[in-house]
């Protein structure tokens, strides 16, 4: 089945600097991304939304200047934040669709993002 | 305003009894309905999904749901529950018609009692 690996796993950083966050799909075209950030204990809440080629579409409140999204080509996504804070601390997940079955969603195993 | 309602935070029941896990959705027409579960630390599993046709929808690991139209539900149910099923579970809603968007519930977790 559909695979999409999601690197790294586990991230602490120093409050200010940037960390990536890559999501490749292993088997298929990943034609829209969409990158998640869940809560202890919350729901996921979507950030953005993004074409392969185009610029991502966020989500009222998401900063894109602080959540950077490429999706470049069609089987590598990756989210940068930058600038990170405490309050970025969170888990993200990303989740990936191809054309040949816009609605079946591959997940990846999600990141847990510590800003110390 | 549209959203996906899963009433109970935590479900705890013993190793073998049934299970039904609720699912409510507030739309102006019917979206298309998943459930996903996820593990501690993990990302979401598909469990099943429902378009439109028959309304009863087989699953992996024993599970089915049930979408009830005049009911505006999609309650997801597994007769016998195994420890392993413990988890987080996930409704969640696409409106379709050239959406693509996931809406998640706000997950009902599940814990077995051995």
């Known amino acids: 089945g559909a695979v999409v690996s999601q690197h790294p796993s586990r991230v602490i950083c120093k409050s200010g600097t940037s960390v990536k966050i890559e999501c490749r799909s292993l088997?298929?075209?990943?034609?829209?991304m969409f990158w998640y950030r869940q809560f202890p204990k919350q729901s996921l809440m979507l950030m953005a939304t993004?074409?392969?080629?185009?610029?991502?579409?966020?989500e009222q409140g998401v900063e894109k200047d602080k959540f950077l999204i490429n999706h470049a080509s069609l089987t590598l996504s990756t989210l940068t934040v930058t600038s990170a804070h405490p309050e970025d601390s969170s888990f993200y997940i990303c989740?990936?669709?191809?054309?040949?079955?816009?609605?079946?969603?591959?997940f990846g195993s999600g990141t847990r993002l510590t800003v110390v | 305003a549209q959203s996906v309602t899963q009433p109970d935070i935590h479900i705890t029941v013993s190793e073998g009894a049934s299970l039904e896990l609720r699912c409510n959705y507030s739309?102006?027409?019917?979206?298309?309905l998943f459930w996903y579960v996820q593990s501690p630390g993990q990302g979401l599993q598909l469990l099943l999904k429902?378009?439109?046709?028959?309304?009863l929808v087989q699953g992996i690991k024993g599970f089915e749901a049930e979408f009830k139209r005049s009911q505006s539900s999609f309650n997801l149910r597994k007769p016998s529950v195994h420890w392993s099923d413990a988890a987080e579970y996930f409704c969640a809603v696409v409106l379709g018609a050239g959406s693509y968007q996931l809406t998640f519930g706000k997950g009902t977790k599940l814990s077995v009692i051995p």
């Open positions: 989740s990936a669709s191809s054309l040949r079955d816009l609605y079946g969603y591959t």
């Open positions: 993004s074409n392969e080629g185009s610029k991502a579409t966020y």
């Open positions: 088997d298929f075209q990943a034609t829209t």
């Open positions: 739309y102006g027409a019917t979206p298309y």
């Open positions: 429902y378009f439109s046709g028959d309304t």
